[in-house]
């Protein structure tokens, strides 16, 4: 079951500093709802572990995390898949990109998302909802980390 979402969000600082939290595996792991554990295996892939509760299921997420199409301090793609074992599998990624404005900077995001097995069955409404507070809170997160 495939979700579309995009947003935007105002952050009260420069682009260049944007850029480094979104590239920042610490930052990363402290914006990513649920997100138990976050280690870099290079500087484009990092390994995850998080916990969510979709609904009436509660699965816990191992998975990797990738970093593409970088155009430092501009634009990129986070990408990750995660396996919930009997509660299925989540993949989605995100075109993130940065500008200027004013002394702050515009984050858009344009994300999609693809979720499999029992948390499927959870039916549309809830997984769409779900997936965009979830980016929702990711964003609003990242946004406290750094203009705070």
Known sequence: MAVDMS???HIAAPVQKVWEALNDAEVLKA????CESLEKVSDTELAAVVSLKIGPIKAKFNGEVQLKNLKPPHAYTIQGEGKGGIAGFAKGGADVSLKADGDGTLL???AKADVGGKIAQLGGRLIQSTSKKLAGEFFANL???VSG
């Not at 914006?31 to 649920?34: D, K, N, Q, R, S």
């Open 7 to 9: 947003g935007e969000e």
């Open 31 to 34: 914006c990513i709802p649920g």
């Open 108 to 110: 858009s995001y344009t």
């Open 143 to 145: 946004n406290k980390q």
